[in-house]
């Protein structure tokens, strides 16, 4: 059952400067989920943020599986994204069109796996709330995996105009977030 410590934030939030982040909500997991959602966004926050921002601290409960993004519970063939990520071997590239949702993670490492050092990461949703554009993302992260360092550049796309009303997160497979995930949603507050 995750913690939610929004509530604690919020009460310092009003204070926070314009072009200030400022922490929404965050979630910990007490026990392996499958996914993660933040839900009600435009009713809470419209009025107030800009941009949103998704910090996450991942393990999987199994290795090698990558980390997904949905919005507003739609999750048919309006995505597309775009990742690069690299290593001491050399970069690599991947690209999805037409699909079912977005990346933000490649290559999740499990916590059983003989290096337990988590994935993390910061995720930017550029204009969650205006509803005369398309909706963007991109994505930073790194990780140690087995042998090797990596960093993980991403870029997503939704093909809808709709205000961002629930941020939904998942393993693209069947492993889950692993227990002592966490995943903190922070508002980048209007300039005007």
């Known amino acids: ?17 314009a072009g200030a982040f400022v922490l ?28 949103l921002q998704i910090r996450y601290v991942e393990h999987y409960t199994q290795d090698g599986f990558s980390s997904i993004m949905q919005f507003n519970g739609v999750s048919t063939a309006s995505y597309a994204s775009h990742g690069l990520w690299a290593s001491g ?11 079912t949702s977005m990346l933000y993670n490649h290559f999740g490492i499990g916590h059983t796996s003989s ?16 509803t005369t554009k398309n ?9 140690v995996a087995s042998g090797a360092n990596l960093i993980l550049l991403h870029s997503g796309f939704w093909n809808s105009t709709a205000s961002i009303t629930t941020i939904r997160l998942a393993t693209n497979g069947s492993p889950q977030f692993a227990t002592g ?10 300039t005007a």
């Open 1 to 17: 059952m995750p913690i939610p410590l929004g509530i604690l934030a919020a009460a310092g939030a009003s204070q926070a400067p």
């Open 24 to 51: 929404l909500e965050s979630t910990v997991l007490t026990g392996n989920q499958a996914s993660v959602e933040f839900t009600n966004l435009t009713t809470k926050y419209a009025s107030t943020y800009q941009h």
């Open 89 to 99: 071997s050399g970069p690599f590239s991947s690209n999805s069109v037409n699909a």
């Open 115 to 130: 290096i337990n050092t988590p994935t993390v990461g910061v995720i930017d949703i550029l204009d969650p709330f205006e």
């Open 135 to 143: 909706k963007t993302i991109r994505s930073f992260g790194g990780q």
């Open 181 to 190: 995930c966490r995943f903190s949603l922070y508002g980048l507050k209007a």
